[in-house]
């Protein structure tokens, strides 16, 4: 299952999402977003876990809880929406 987790401090890393994760399963990918130019966190992430139990375990522990003086939004990532083309219109 993909998680989303938002609202995490800039200083969170793949390493802290990780650890807080494995207590409930085992995390098979951790995706911090940053910004293309800066490099910088965008202050949201995923995480990926095979086992959906697990997964559901993780997200019902984590939601609203603090990490790094922030409280952090947890819940199951909604597929991406396809977006429009951008560019020139002739």
């Known amino acids: 299952m993909n998680i989303y ?3 995490l401090a ?3 890393t793949d390493a802290d999402l990780r ?3 494995s207590r409930f399963g085992e995390v098979s990918q951790v ?3 940053a910004d293309k130019f800066s490099g910088e966190s965008k202050g949201f992430g ?3 876990m095979d ?3 697990q997964a559901d375990a993780a997200i019902k522990g984590l939601n609203g809880t603090d990490m ?3 409280d952090v939004k ?3 990532a909604k597929p991406r929406a396809e977006r429009p083309a951008r560019g020139p219109r002739f």
């Open 5 to 7: 987790v938002g609202n």
């Open 10 to 12: 800039y200083s969170v």
């Open 19 to 21: 650890e807080a994760f």
């Open 31 to 33: 995706n911090l977003i």
């Open 74 to 76: 947890v819940n199951q």
């Open 46 to 48: 995923f995480v990926e």
């Open 68 to 70: 790094k003086g922030r």
């Open 51 to 53: 086992n959906n139990s």
